[in-house]
T-cell receptor, first 115, second 114 residues
Framework: SAVISQKPSRDICQRGTSLTIQCQVD?????MFWYRQQPGQSLTLIAT?????????ESGFVIDKFPISRPNLTFSTLTVSNMSPEDSSIYLC????????????FGPGTRLTVL | AQKVTQAQTEISVVEKEDVTLDCVYE???????LFWYKQPPSGELVFLIR??????QNEISGRYSWNFQKSTSSFNFTITASQVVDSAVYFC???????????FGKGTKLSVIP
């Protein structure tokens, strides 16, 4: 398994501002992901954070809105840019230490409220 | 395309009752993986179990048990003698062979009433 921490744990932001969420893992992992969970909904994959190259975004998500950094194998950031109330969600990072087909481990999440 | 259906949106049981959470999946892959995660009110997702498509043995872990049936494309989760601490949203998820992406169901919110 892996121990994952996220900062901040929660935040309340004003419309039009940006927030950067940090994800730290206690061991080196190749695969790291960012998910969004809108209120009362399931998880939706935003992107795969690739170390040393641009993130791979899923349909409906773009780099300008959700820029991602992955400077090394234990750390990543997700920025939610130019926020609107529709961005109010829980944002979770996850890692896949064992490769495809194995379980992903999730961070505690960041609860974002946009006013 | 892959799909996971958790038809039960919310379930309430009285403490010590048994409860089964249903999960039905769709996939064209012959090799795939099924997962259950628990999300308590605090928000983090806790991994519970992983099962690959070639292993239909049922699994028991304490009060938890899982019934995997390929014939009905189901992977149901039973909690025996439920406790208040079991109150959470439970997600079933599906992963394909060679794919890192998980497809999650919409989750079932379980409330255990003391």
């Amino acid at each position: 398994s892996a121990v994952i921490s996220q900062k901040p744990s929660r935040d309340i932001c004003q419309r039009g501002t940006s927030l950067t969420i940090q994800c730290q893992v206690d061991s080196q992992v190749t695969m790291m992901f960012w998910y969004r969970q809108q209120p009362g909904q399931s998880l939706t994959l935003i992107a795969t954070a690739n170390q040393g190259s641009e993130a791979t975004y899923e349909s409906g998500f773009v780099i300008d809105k959700f820029p991602i950094s992955r400077p090394n194998l234990t750390f990543s950031t997700l920025t939610v840019s130019n926020m609107s109330p529709e961005d109010s969600s829980i944002y979770l990072c996850s890692v896949l230490p064992g490769g495809a087909g194995n379980e992903q481990f999730f961070g505690p999440g960041t609860r974002l409220t946009v006013l | 395309a892959q799909k996971v259906t958790q038809a039960q949106t919310e379930i309430s049981v009285v403490e010590k009752e048994d409860v089964t959470l249903d999960c039905v999946y769709e996939t064209r892959d012959t090799t795939y993986y099924l997962f259950w995660y628990k999300q308590p009110p605090s928000g983090e997702l806790v991994f519970l179990i992983r099962r690959n498509s070639f292993d239909e043995q049922n699994e028991i872990s304490g009060r938890y048990s899982w019934n995997f049936q390929k014939s009905t494309s189901s992977f149901n989760f039973t909690i025996t003698a439920s406790q208040v601490v079991d109150s959470a949203v439970y997600f079933c998820a599906l992963g394909g062979a060679g794919s890192y992406q998980l497809t999650f169901g919409k989750g079932t919110k379980l409330s255990v009433i003391p």
